[in-house]
Nanobody
Framework: VQLVESGGGLVQAGGSLRLSCTTS????????MGWYRQAPGKERELVAA??????TYYTESVKGRFTISRDNAKTLYLQMTSLKPEDTAMYYC?????????????WGQGTQVTVSS
């Protein structure tokens, strides 16, 4: 599975961005997809995920501000609103068989999100 992210950029605090992740290859094996982020000097964290069996997952810090969705088998989105400077990070799309094992699945190259104060 190949994943390509887009939609990152520079935005002021309080603004919005929508990230997209397009997939290709053996997408029939994908049951879960998600967005990770990693800021300089910090550990990578799972921000949001979606699966056929469980539904959606959000890390506490983005609940009510971010929305994950899939419009078909090939495209994943992350709508980010009320962005904060602490949301600044490289955002990565991941795909796999389950949310719990996303980190061991397929990854994209990432898209940078920078939120200025």
């Amino acid at each position: 599975v190949q994943l390509v992210e887009s939609g990152g950029g520079l935005v002021q605090a309080g603004g919005s961005l929508r990230l997209s992740c397009t997939t290709s290859g053996s997408i029939f094996s994908i049951n879960a997809m998600g967005w990770y982020r990693q800021a300089p000097g910090k550990e990578r964290e799972l921000v949001a995920a979606i699966s056929r069996g469980i539904g959606t997952y959000y890390t506490e810090s983005v609940k009510g501000r971010f929305t994950i969705s899939r419009d078909n088998a090939k495209t994943l989105y992350l709508q980010m609103t009320s962005l904060k400077p602490e949301d600044t990070a490289m955002y990565y799309c991941a795909a796999g068989v389950a949310i719990a094992t996303l980190s061991t699945g397929s990854w994209g190259q990432g898209t940078q999100v920078t939120v200025s104060s």
